[in-house]
């Protein structure tokens, strides 16, 4: 399996740090308001790649984080410790508790997650129940002497870092273009530009909901801590892949790995995964254009959600995919017709004897499938095998089970589509017209097949053998 792995922006070949386990950590979303479906290309994009691994028999090990505390409103300027607390700015506004704004979304989320028939991670850690653990990372980052405390909180040091371990900071991103003045202000307090907090004092002029005790007094944590100590309880210190959204590329990713190397000494991540933002008619996504489309909309217009799944896996996760309204239909349309072949190969009821060509083809066409999604994810080019085989000449059994075994990776629910029962009484008379065939009675055998159809059903002739479908 090979990965574009953005730390050293490369395509590599992917080796798991234990064998036969792989450990992923995806970067989920901040719960004060309901995902987008551009949120939910990136989720996809690791859902692809959770399938993907476990296709390719690996045992995977899945952890996504939900920030319900600590992402400031900075972040959209660029400085992601300036700003409220997103989660008490949206209580304020909505006249509730910041934990009933956090279970609401949270809620929200994965209801449409389901929908989108994306893999469960083994857990959906919250920031707010590992407060203990976040203080204990930022104490043994002060320990290692890393930290320094200014008005507003505890601040990392990322030149002291660079000096007394010999790793470059933001390696990951472009920091090395970020000058003082051009995030949303100057900290003056601060003793470098990228330098940024791990722990927030709360506001000597209000009290915050959300607040806890800690050994430098009473605050809440920075956004960045969170993943960093998350991933390390329940994946480990180093561990396979990280996948985020391309944003995340070039301050909150490359902090989680100074927090994580800092104290640990060890490399943080092996293989980094971002995936590039959706544009909606062209034009980026923002609540300015209201563009900002979420799956209640699709659902509102009448569209499956797993057609929203289909119309991002025509797109590679690095490349950009407009979303509109005509791409979301036409993938409905594919959609439907790609149940509705599923639907009908089901109905095979005969296997017939293959010819050692229609075997070495049917090979070919497996590992053609395998070769596109085990090259860095490349569901289009599945996508185009699936489609060459609906095409073929081979039987529909074997298309139902080559889609079948497809469907583990485009997750598109097709083993679960109502499928016909064909009645045996039918089946019986299918065989007896096949027998009358072999005999030579071709009338007799065309009588069989209007009783067939005078029952609702159709028998077509196929490779030495039939195909039964409901009319």
Not at 175 to 201: M, T, Y
Not at 272 to 299: A, C, E, P, Q
Request: charged share 35%; with cysteine.
């Amino acid at each position: 399996m090979k990965i574009y792995n953005s730390l050293g922006s490369k395509i590599e070949e992917f080796e798991p740090l234990e064998e036969g386990i792989v450990k992923v950590y995806t970067c989920g979303p901040t719960v004060y308001n309901y995902a987008s479906i551009g949120n939910f290309r990136t989720y996809l994009a690791a859902d692809i790649l959770i399938r993907t691994l476990k296709y390719s028999s690996y045992d995977v090990k899945y952890v996504m984080n939900l920030t319900d505390v600590g992402h400031l409103t900075g972040d959209n300027l660029g400085d992601a410790d300036t700003g409220e607390d997103r989660i008490e700015k949206e209580a304020k506004k909505e006249g509730k508790s910041a934990w009933d704004i956090s279970k609401f979304y949270i809620d929200a989320f994965i209801k449409d997650y389901e929908r989108l028939n994306l893999t469960k991670p083994e857990l959906f850690a919250k920031a707010t129940d590992h407060i203990k653990e976040q203080i204990e990372l930022v104490r043994r980052i002060e320990q290692k002497g890393f930290t320094y405390k200014t008005s507003d909180g505890i601040y990392f040091d990322t030149k002291r870092y660079e000096q007394e371990t010999g790793r470059k900071y933001g390696e990951l991103s472009t920091l090395d273009k970020i000058k003082e003045g051009a995030r949303v202000e100057v900290n003056n307090e601060k003793q470098n530009p990228e330098d940024f907090a791990l722990w927030k004092f709360s506001p000597s002029s209000e009290k915050r909901q959300m607040e806890w005790d800690s050994p430098w007094g009473v605050g809440f944590p920075g956004w960045h801590i969170e993943c960093s100590a998350m991933s390390m309880k329940y994946l480990g210190e180093s561990f396979d892949f990280h996948v985020g959204g391309e944003d995340l590329r070039q301050t909150h990713h490359p902090n989680e790995i100074a927090q994580a190397e800092s104290v640990t000494g060890k490399t943080f991540v092996k293989y980094w995964m971002h995936v590039t933002f959706l544009k909606v008619d062209g034009k980026k996504m923002s609540k300015s254009l209201g563009n900002v489309y979420r799956i209640d909309d699709i659902v509102d217009k009448g569209y499956d959600p797993l057609a929203l799944r289909y119309l991002f896996m025509t797109s590679h996760y690095r490349d950009s995919i407009n979303f509109t309204w005509d791409a979301l239909e036409a993938a409905d349309t594919t959609l439907k017709k790609l149940r509705k072949l599923t639907m009908q190969y089901r109905n095979e009821t005969r296997r017939v004897t293959l010819s050692e060509e229609k075997r070495q083809k049917i090979e070919n066409y497996s590992q053609e499938f395998g070769s596109h999604v085990e090259n860095d994810l490349d569901t289009p080019k599945a996508i185009a095998t699936m489609w060459k085989i609906l095409k073929s000449n081979i039987p529909s059994i074997d298309k139902y089970d080559l889609l079948l075994d497809f469907d583990e990776i485009f997750g598109l629910n097709l083993r679960g589509l109502e499928g016909v029962e064909i009645p045996k009484e039918i089946i019986e008379l299918a065989e007896k017209r096949m027998q009358l065939r072999n005999e030579g009675e071709y009338e007799e055998s065309d009588k069989v097949r209007e009783e067939i159809q005078k029952r609702g059903f159709n028998v077509k002739d196929r490779n030495g053998g039939y195909d039964i479908e409901k009319v």
